[in-house]
């Protein structure tokens, strides 16, 4: 167990410790305003690290501090999902099951904005009773994404109402990282907790789903219903067997790692019995140092996002042992004379270190002490606190383009084609959920709405 944290010192003083941040939110811009995919977003991360060697002092500690990123429990975690995550979703898209189901969707009529909102309501449903935002987009996105397109539905829409489901689920369910965390660091009963969000929550995601209904922009369905029409396979039906063991195992509260492992053996089992598979279309090896098939094209095809997940950790390894996150707290909480200004300060230091990280309970467990202090000084009611402290979290996490929330849907979307593609940058305007959930909590804090002593 570390005892004592070395702090990285940078030339210019507290200028220099913003320099990695300046470069990767430089190129961020360039890479989004060029309508980049994932791999703009990996230059941006490596350019960043790279940048931090000319102003760090002690070199030996600002290499630490890349390696103790990378040593968080939760980068390991993300990385396995993204991999069996796409095996999963390879099996599942390669046996034609989401053209038979795009075919049966668009003969019932069920297409365009409908087809958006219901997913919405789906990915809200499956993301609260599992408690995980990321192994939501592991098991919904592989199937109701590119459903949603032959349907009719615009890709980035399709994706809005995927991420807005998940953060819904991520902000409101009793299980997730984020309302444990919330609860925990500010020593709030859960089940007040989540009774007491509700005030929030349901709000915003009624407003999303109105939002998708009146907003979605949808294409002609008519040339999809002929596509998947034609290529219909109903024994490809068999395939859903591996959503279903995942999001089961994910109820069972099994391991998000274990609960995709599983879906890939029953996947690989269900296909090759019902012939669906053969072993060379999932693993083969044709000589000249080559390998092939539909297991090693999944593996390969999340090197761009793998590579971005590496730099975006080794970064926040580098944030955390500068002191940012501090500053940013002791920065803000000076501020927090009132009641309404302590909440002020709340929702923008959780929201500056939820995008910076990228990881929302790592802002809150960040914050939560001194969240708790000067709430508790403010008379900020603790509820209330940890309200504040997830909601935050929930709107600038997912809206930022370079975390997981924007950057694992992009990476899956692409791997359906380039028509269906959606770029990182473009899921931010699309995600209601965390758009409505803004609005709420600025009406919230200046009204006073859900505040109570």
Same mark, same amino acid.
Request: proline share 4%; net charge neutral.
């Given at each position: 167990?570390e ?6 010192a940078?030339?210019?003083?507290k200028?220099?410790?913003f ?5 990767? +939110?430089?190129m961020i811009?360039?890479?989004a305003?060029?309508?980049s995919?994932v791999?703009? #977003? ?5 350019a960043?690290l790279?940048?931090?060697?000319l ?6 500690? #600002?290499?630490e501090?890349?390696?103790?990123g990378l040593s968080k429990?939760?980068?390991?975690v ?11 979703g390879?099996?599942i ?10 075919a049966?969707?668009?003969a019932?009529?069920f297409t ?7 997913s919405?309501?789906?990915?809200c449903?499956?993301?609260?009773a599992?408690?995980t935002?990321?192994?939501t987009?592991?098991v ?12 009719g539905?615009?890709?980035?829409y ?7 489901g998940?953060?819904f ?6 299980i997730?990282?984020?309302?444990i965390?919330?609860s ?8 007040t907790?989540?009774k ?6 349901l709000?915003a995601?009624?407003g ?16 999809a ?13 068999v395939?859903?067997?591996?959503? +279903?063991v ?9 391991h998000?790692?274990?609960?995709l492992?599983w ?9 090759l019995?019902?012939g ?15 390998v ?19 730099a ?7 944030v ?6 501090e500053?940013v707290?002791?920065?803000l909480?000076?501020?927090a ?5 302590t909440?002020?300060a709340i ?6 270190l939820?995008?910076v ?10 914050l939560g ?8 000084k403010?008379?900020?009611y603790?509820?209330r ?14 809206l930022?383009?370079?975390?997981v ?7 899956q979307?692409?791997?359906f084609?380039?028509?269906?593609a ?14 409505c959930?803004?609005g709420?909590?600025a009406?919230?804090?200046m ?7």
């Open positions: 167990m005892q004592k944290v070395k702090r990285i940078f030339r210019f003083g200028f220099g410790k320099v990695p941040l300046i470069v990767a +939110a430089a811009l360039w890479a305003f060029s309508q995919n791999n703009g #977003y990996v230059l941006a991360f490596f960043a790279v940048a931090g060697v102003f760090v002092k002690d070199e030996k500690a #600002y290499g501090a890349l390696v103790y429990p939760m980068f390991g993300i990385v396995m999902a993204v991999i069996l995550a796409a095996i999963s390879k099996l898209s390669a046996s034609g099951v989401v053209q038979t189901i795009a049966y969707v668009v019932a009529g365009g904005k409908l087809f958006v909102a219901a919405f309501l789906i990915t449903l499956l993301a609260f599992t408690g935002s990321v192994g987009y592991f919904v996105i592989p199937i109701l994404f590119p459903v949603g397109v032959m349907a539905a615009a890709p980035e399709m994706i809005g109402a995927i991420v807005s998940a953060a689920g991520d902000n409101l369910g009793p997730s990282d984020t309302t965390a919330s925990a660091t500010q020593h709030a009963d859960l089940g907790v989540v007491t969000r509700m005030r929030y929550s709000p995601a009624a999303a789903l109105v939002l998708f209904l009146l907003l979605s922009r949808t294409t002609e369905a008519g040339e219903a002929t596509v998947a029409a034609g290529e219909a396979h109903p024994l490809s039906l395939m859903l067997v591996v959503p +279903a995942i999001i089961v195992l994910c109820l069972m509260k099994k998000l790692i274990t609960a492992s879906g890939i053996l029953v996947g690989i089992a269900a296909g019995l019902s669906i598979y053969t072993v060379d279309k999932l693993i083969s090896f044709p000589g000249g140092f080559a092939s098939g539909a297991i090693i094209e999944a593996i390969t095809g999340t090197a761009g996002t793998v590579a971005m997940l590496i975006v950790f080794a970064l926040l390894g580098v955390e042992r500068s002191g940012l996150f500053d707290g002791v920065f909480s000076r501020f004379k009132s009641e309404r200004s909440e002020i929702v923008l230091s959780a929201g500056i939820s995008m990280t990228g990881v929302i309970s790592v802002a809150i467990v960040a002490d001194l969240v708790n202090e000067i709430g508790e403010a008379g900020v603790r509820y606190r940890a309200n504040l402290l997830d909601c935050t979290g929930c709107v600038f996490c997912f930022a383009p370079w975390t929330h924007c950057v694992i849907p992009a990476q979307s692409a791997q084609g380039e028509g269906f959606v770029t990182p940058a473009s899921i931010p305007l699309v995600n209601f959920y965390s758009l959930m803004l709420i909590l009406v919230a804090v009204t006073g709405y859900g505040r109570k002593h």
